[in-house]
């Protein structure tokens, strides 16, 4: 792997919460009708190196060169076995250059390093090019979709993955 993120993986810190919010108003902007919603769903995204991730959960950032996030992943463990996926999201000026992969492939390792066999994500619906990667990284499309009742209107396609 080559890349200015190798070395900038990191787990997140408070001092990162305006630049989640960046990087995630950057990411839905793509998006009609996509909103970043601090109040109701973000919410530990406010303090997140000290708000408690559930089930045993991770949020790691990774940094331009100028120290800005302009990546992240998180994942728990919501039952025995299984890993859980979530907010997977690259700055679009650094998409298309591994990042998503890299991210993945190390939510991956540390789920089986915990003793996870499955990986399980869900992927608004309007996030095709997320869904042409995990596709590409061995995910299948389950078929469940569930609504969020959410500012955004978001309905999202379930994926999972023996690991």
């Known amino acids: 792997m080559s890349g200015a ?16 919010f960046g990087l995630l108003a950057l990411c839905f902007a793509d998006y009609p009708g996509c909103f970043v919603d601090p109040h109701d769903d973000l919410k530990d995204l406010r303090t997140p190196g000290s708000s ?6 991770i949020l790691w950032v990774t940094e331009d060169e100028s120290g800005r996030v302009c990546a992240c992943a998180a994942m728990d463990f919501p039952e025995a ?10 700055r679009p000026d650094r998409r298309g250059k591994g990042l998503g992969s890299f991210l993945v492939r190390a939510v991956e390792r540390h789920a089986r390093e915990k003793g996870a066999r499955r990986l399980v994500l869900w ?15 061995g995910y299948t499309k389950t078929g469940a979709v569930r609504d969020l009742g959410d500012i955004s209107n978001s309905s999202e396609y379930h994926f999972e993955k023996a690991l």
Request: hydrophobic share 30%.
């Open 5 to 20: 993120f190798e070395q900038t993986l990191r787990a997140v810190e408070d001092r990162d919460a305006q630049d989640l």
């Open 52 to 57: 408690p991730r559930p089930n045993d959960g």
């Open 81 to 90: 076995g299984i890993a859980e996926l979530h907010r997977l999201y690259v």
């Open 123 to 137: 992927s608004d619906t309007r996030f095709t090019d997320a869904h042409r990667l995990y596709g590409k990284l």
